[in-house]
Nanobody, 120 residues
Framework: QVQLVESGGGLVQPGGSLRLSCAASGIIFRVNNMGWYRQAPGKQRELVATITAGGITNYADSGKGRFTISRDNAKNTVYLQMNTLKFEDTAVYYC??????????????WGQGTQVTVSS
């Protein structure tokens, strides 16, 4: 089994910054794409950013210029640096990863979520 454990959420004022981390552990042959999604109250879960194993990134328009996704392949960890946070960034942020547990088996995993609240 594979577990994704997130950390770094919390309460921040508008304009502030937070850095989220998500570490994958368990029986892992290779971690492929990793990403962050978020879900605000009453809304559907939406993409924030993704990153391939080779470091190619993709961002939702809402975070372009403010958020930076990165990863440490040696640690099977993905990060999300969030700057200039806005009220509308308030949500539960979920880590996602496509993990090969063997050469032939690829599965998608989700973290438990970490709350980010932007409030004055």
């Amino acid at each position: 089994q594979v577990q994704l454990v997130e950390s770094g959420g919390g309460l921040v004022q508008p304009g502030g910054s937070l850095r989220l981390s998500c570490a994958a552990s368990g029986i892992i042959f290779r971690v492929n794409n990793m990403g962050w999604y978020r879900q605000a109250p009453g809304k559907q879960r939406e993409l924030v950013a993704t990153i391939t194993a080779g470091g190619i990134t993709n961002y939702a328009d809402s975070g372009k210029g403010r958020f930076t996704i990165s990863r440490d392949n040696a640690k099977n960890t993905v990060y999300l640096q969030m700057n200039t946070l806005k009220f509308e960034d308030t949500a539960v942020y979920y880590c996602n990863a496509a993990v090969q547990t063997t050469v032939w088996k690829l599965s998608e995993y989700w973290g438990q979520g970490t709350q980010v609240t932007v409030s004055s």
